[in-house]
C-alpha cells in the first residue's frame, strides 16, 4: 500500500507569512508525529497525535506553530508569521501502535525555506 | 525520558563490518531500542527493533546486554549504499508517544571502496 506522503515537497516564503504543511498517513494508523529536521541535525520531535486522544505538544517550539489532525486521517502543520530560523525538513511519521512495535513510518519531508 | 548518545561518525570500507553502539544509562523498564537509517533528503527508515539480547533480522542485528543501558547495531559486510546516517531510539513502543521516542544525534556512516 501506500506510505506517508506529505506536501509541498518543496516551500519557500517570505519571513512574516504563513504556512501550511500537509501529511496523509498510512491508512489505518492510528499514531502520527511531526518532527524538524534542520541542516546537518538530528530529528527534532513537535507533536504527537494518538487516536482521539489530546494532542502532546510539548514539542511545538513557539505559539506560531499548530497542528490538526482529522480523526486518524491527514494531519496539517502551520507555522504563523514565519522566520527564518524555521527554515528545515518538516517531517512526518505514523505508527500502527500495534503488537508492541511503534515503527514509525516517515514521509518525504517538506523542505521549508524561509527567506 | 532515555537520552541517547552514539558516536558522530564512522567510517569503513565495503566488505566490512560495522559495529555502531548506543548509549542510554536511563532507559526505561518498558522502553524498545530502534535504529533508523536515514539517507540525504530522505525520511528515516526503521532498521530493526529490540528489547534485550540479542535480535537479526535480514538487514542488521541489534546486541543489547543484560542491564540494557547501552546497545549495538551490526551491519555485516557494508556497501557504499549503506552511507547514510543511522539513528538510534529508545522508547515505549506501546504507548508511542513522540518525546517518549527519543532521537539521539546520530551517526554519520560513511563506506569507502
Known amino acids: 500500500g501506500a506510505g506517508v506522503s506529505q506536501s509541498p515537497s518543496n516551500k519557500v516564503t517570505e519571513k512574516g507569512k504563513d504556512v501550511e504543511l500537509r501529511c496523509d498517513p498510512i491508512s489505518g494508523h492510528t499514531a502520527l508525529y511531526w518532527y524538524r529536521q534542520r541542516l546537518g541535525q538530528g530529528l527534532e520531535f513537535l507533536i504527537y497525535f494518538q487516536g482521539n486522544s489530546a494532542p502532546d505538544k510539548s514539542g511545538l517550539p513557539s505559539d506560531r506553530f499548530s497542528a490538526e489532525r482529522t480523526g486518524e486521517s491527514v494531519s496539517t502543520l502551520t507555522i504563523q508569521r514565519t522566520q527564518q530560523e524555521d527554515s528545515a525538513v518538516y517531517l512526518c511519521a505514523s505508527s500502527a501502535l500495534a503488537g508492541g512495535s511503534d515503527t514509525q513510518y516517515f514521509g518525504p519531508g517538506t523542505r521549508l525555506t524561509v527567506l | 525520558l532515555a537520552k541517547t548518545t552514539q558516536p558522530i561518525s564512522m567510517d569503513s570500507y565495503e566488505g566490512q563490518e560495522v559495529n555502531i553502539t548506543c548509549s542510554h544509562n536511563n532507559i526505561a523498564t518498558n522502553d524498545y531500542i530502534t535504529w533508523y537509517q536515514q539517507f540525504p533528503s530522505q525520511g528515516p527508515r526503521f532498521i530493526i527493533q529490540?528489547?534485550?539480547t540479542k535480535v537479526t533480522n535480514e538487514v542488521a542485528s541489534l546486541f543489547i546486554p543484560a542491564d540494557r543501558k547501552s546497545s549495538t547495531l551490526s551491519l555485516p559486510r557494508v556497501s557504499l549504499s549503506d552511507t547514510a546516517v543511522y539513528y538510534c531510539l529508545v522508547g515505549d513502543p506501546v504507548t508511542g508517544g513522540g518525546n517518549k521516542l527519543t532521537f539521539g544525534t546520530g551517526t554519520q556512516l560513511k563506506v569507502e571502496l
Open positions: 529490540g528489547y534485550k
